[in-house]
């Protein structure tokens, strides 16, 4: 197994368990314990698993968040019903701010048929789903980018 490929592994493991040993990721993935103690500092330095005393747990304070093209898969079906649920709430009329996110996007893909409407964004594939929307003005705000957040 690759050394990147263990470390993904490793960490699906200690988000399943919530905490593991070095001993028994050891035994889980055949290699020794200093080639965990190894793979646990990397992972540790890039925010994803809190080093402890003999182990590691998952950092309650950083981003466990999955890149977006793998959140666009998950729970497909219901954030395509709440996006559809949510549009349906909006009036010819109205302006609203739409934040970034799988779900959102899915509010967007709804609002395409609406009249005179006016929606602000941090998110670009928000923006995506409305620029051709005839009657929607699409104002996107100036932030900061994370390309792995583009679809």
């Known amino acids: 197994m690759l050394?990147?490929?263990r470390k993904?592994?490793?960490?699906?493991?200690v988000r399943k368990h919530k905490t593991a040993t070095v001993s028994s990721l050891a035994d889980e993935f055949n290699v020794h314990e200093?080639?965990?103690r190894r793979d646990l500092s990397e992972i540790e330095k890039e925010g994803f698993l809190k080093r402890t005393h003999g182990g590691v747990v998952i950092d309650q304070w950083t981003n466990e968040e999955r890149p977006?093209?793998?959140?666009?898969?998950?729970n497909y079906e219901e954030k395509m019903r709440i996006?559809?649920?949510?549009?349906?709430f909006v009036e010819d009329g109205d302006t609203l701010i739409i934040d970034s996110g799988t779900?959102?996007?899915?509010?967007a893909k709804n609002l395409v048929n609406h009249?005179?409407?006016?929606?602000v964004t941090n998110d670009m594939n928000v923006a995506a789903e409305l620029r051709y929307?005839?009657?929607?003005?699409?104002?996107?705000t100036g932030g900061e980018l994370y390309p792995e957040a583009i679809c």
Not at 83 to 88: D, E, Q, R, Y
Request: aromatic share 4%.
């Open 34 to 36: 200093a080639t965990v």
């Open 83 to 88: 996006g559809k649920k949510a549009a349906s």
């Open 115 to 119: 009249k005179n409407i006016t929606v």
């Open 103 to 107: 779900t959102t996007q899915h509010i």
């Open 68 to 74: 977006f093209h793998e959140r666009t898969t998950q």
């Open 133 to 140: 929307a005839s009657d929607v003005t699409v104002i996107v």
């Open 3 to 5: 050394p990147a490929e």
């Open 8 to 13: 993904m592994k490793i960490l699906e493991y």
